[in-house]
């Protein structure tokens, strides 16, 4: 199962997400939930990173593991806005695979 974690600030927002684990929903290449998760958290990873040209990723990503943040060093508030926007934007589309595959896809969240 994919196990998507999701850290919220204070104010409700998201300030890390992290995901692991594999959803065995089809055979190692066909399978289309995998396909899912890591389409939409590597896409937006990567969109991030070249449109604010800051790492949103941990160097230690392994196989079946992705661990996005907002990071520390941004520090103009519209950026951070931004870049906040784009992580909730990934979560809804996780949520949206989660309620569509329940069997193989967990959300959670905790607040810092």
């Known amino acids: 199962m994919i196990q998507v974690r999701v850290k919220r600030d204070g104010q409700n927002r998201v300030k890390r ?16 939930v995998c396909a899912a998760v890591s389409g939409i958290s590597i896409g937006m990873v990567n969109a991030i990173e070249q449109m604010f040209g800051v790492q949103v990723h941990r160097d230690d990503d392994g196989d079946g593991k992705i661990d996005c943040f907002l990071p520390d060093q941004v520090k103009d508030p519209d950026t951070r806005e931004k870049i906040g926007l784009l992580l909730e934007a990934m979560v809804v589309s996780l949520e949206n695979v989660a309620e569509a595959y329940s069997s193989y896809v967990r959300i959670s969240e905790w607040k810092s």
């Open 17 to 32: 997400v992290l995901i692991t684990g594999h959803a065995d929903y089809g055979e190692y290449g066909k399978d289309i």
